[in-house]
């Protein structure tokens, strides 16, 4: 069974800081993809990046990086010199085809940047 | 403009008065998905859908049933409603081929059962 731990409940920073949200994963597929998403007070969910299994690169998007490592199917996330818009509950997810593409969610990362 | 558009929002009910939350895509997408998010829980599958007539259990139906006679609506029905089904619901829908992807999820509807 896939599993997606996100030990992280809470994160409390001062604006500019750095923050890594820690992601873990568990699956025995070979082809799987990961991903993370933002949710915002306002409660919509926001997709903020896909990883496939066979991709394991690292990919920075503006504050955003991400380090996929399958050593130890790990997918953190960081943000670089955090902002107050920053502050959201991070979901990391798994899924792969195998469970007709059924999203397994972690139980997210509650980051609060205070100004 | 591409979306899954979800309704009501927000819905405060009484035990046992059965509901529909509606779900509804226009990007012609053939999969189709109802989670739920509870604080501490993260966001559990309900059902998924991958085409029309064809729905299957994710990990927490109980409770819960949901129909997929047009492509497009994915309705889901609580017969009767009760208060551990509280919670925030989101739908989601893809190309099957592009589930891999990632999804288009809807807003969310925020059910109290009282």
């Known amino acids: 069974a896939q599993k997606v731990t996100q030990a992280q409940t809470e994160i409390s920073v001062v604006e500019k800081e750095d923050v890594t949200l820690d992601c873990v994963y568990e699956t025995r597929d070979t082809t799987y993809y990961l991903f993370w998403y933002k949710q915002p007070p306002s409660g919509e969910l926001v997709f903020l990046i896909r990883?496939?299994?066979?991709?394991?690169q690292n990919e920075i998007s503006g504050r955003y990086s991400w380090n996929f490592q399958k050593s130890t199917s790990s997918f953190n996330f960081t943000i670089t010199a955090s902002q107050v818009v920053d502050s959201a509950v991070y979901f990391c997810?798994?899924?792969?085809?195998?469970?007709?593409?059924?999203?397994?969610f972690g139980k997210g990362t509650l980051l609060t940047v205070n100004p | 403009e591409a979306q899954v558009t979800q309704n009501p929002r927000y819905l405060i009910t009484v035990t046992g008065k059965k509901l529909t939350v509606t779900c509804s895509q226009n990007?012609?997408?053939?999969?189709m998905s109802w989670y739920r998010q509870d604080p501490g829980l993260g966001l559990r599958q309900i059902y998924y859908s991958m085409n029309v007539e064809v729905t299957d259990k994710g990990d927490v139906p109980e409770g819960y049933k949901v129909s997929r006679k047009e492509k497009r609506n994915f309705p889901l029905i609580l017969e009767s409603p009760s208060p551990n089904q509280t919670s925030l619901y989101f739908c989601?829908?893809?190309?099957?081929?592009?589930?891999?992807?990632?999804?288009?999820f809807g807003s969310g509807t925020r059910l109290t059962v009282v």
């Open positions: 989601a829908s893809s190309l099957v081929r592009e589930a891999a992807y990632g999804y288009t």
């Open positions: 990883r496939n299994s066979f991709d394991e």
């Open positions: 990007m012609n997408h053939e999969y």
């Open positions: 997810a798994l899924s792969y085809g195998g469970s007709n593409y059924k999203l397994t």
